[in-house]
């Protein structure tokens, strides 16, 4: 049996890279998907997947409005009348030095990054205790735990998520709803292949696995958390970088 199957799932940030990894993964394993995205391209990513015979379907959502979480929640409920699974996988980047960053950037970081978690724990949790069975798994980062320079506002943004968990966990345990993050590593997005490829070079020689993480590697990091196997795994924060372990 598909270790999903039958359940309901939505991935948030689900339209390119890492996302789109999960989405992929999720619906081999029988979940019907809900991709969210504030992205046009979602529709396509949905389509790209249906065509593979995934049972998947594109809601245009901005996670930071408490508004479009909530109307596209409900009508997944309408018509599913569950939610088994959520994965907060939605994040923005504004790299920049912090003398240089500006208050917008800061804002914008964390209003996607983490109000997002409050929003949609908020909308979902309530259907997940009703059925006394839930999984929420968010993406943290590698660099929650070893910093970049420039990135002050992604990493503690990546950092919140990690306390969120340890937090949520504690709270609705009782309801059989595990709360968990995956943090991952160096891994080949659309972000990545724009870089030099001295650059990458240099990311993959301080990877012991020898190699860049991929979208698949992380949609199965995620699966393993969302399975009912995994149902005793909570507050947890799963590293995935190929034993590139931070500092």
């Known amino acids: 049996m598909k270790k999903l199957e039958g359940q309901v799932v939505i991935i948030t940030g689900g339209a390119r890279g890492i996302g789109e990894g999960i989405c992929s993964i999720f619906c081999q394993e029988g979940a019907t998907v809900a991709l969210w995205d504030i992205l046009d391209d979602g ?23 408490q508004e479009s979480v909530d109307t596209a929640v409900a009508k997944i409920i309408a018509k599913y009348g569950k939610i088994d699974v959520l994965i907060n996988n939605a994040g923005v980047i504004r790299d920049r030095s912090i003398l240089k960053m500006s208050r917008e950037e800061w804002d914008q970081v964390m209003r996607v990054n983490v109000d997002s978690l409050y929003i949609t724990a908020k909308a979902v949790i309530p259907h997940m205790k009703s059925a006394k069975y839930g ?6 980062s590698i660099n929650a735990f070893q910093g970049a320079f420039g990135q002050t506002n992604y990493t503690a943004s990546k950092a919140a998520i990690v306390g969120f968990t340890h937090s949520l966990c504690r709270e609705v345990g009782k309801y059989n709803i595990t709360v968990n993050a995956v943090a991952p590593g160096f891994i080949k997005t659309d972000m990545t292949d724009s870089m ?3 650059v990458i070079n240099a990311g993959i020689a ?16 995620y699966l393993f958390l969302a ?11 799963l590293h995935a970088n190929g034993g ?3 500092m």
């Open 244 to 246: 590139a372990m931070p």
């Open 135 to 140: 999984r929420i798994i968010s993406a943290s």
């Open 43 to 65: 529709q396509e990513t949905a389509n790209k997947i249906a065509k593979k015979g995934g049972k998947i379907f594109f809601q245009k959502v901005d996670v930071a409005q």
């Open 206 to 221: 301080t990877i012991p696995v020898g190699r860049i993480g991929t979208p698949e590697d992380m949609g199965n990091a």
């Open 227 to 237: 399975s009912r196997e995994a149902g005793f795994i909570s507050g947890h924060t």
């Open 196 to 198: 030099p490829e001295d």
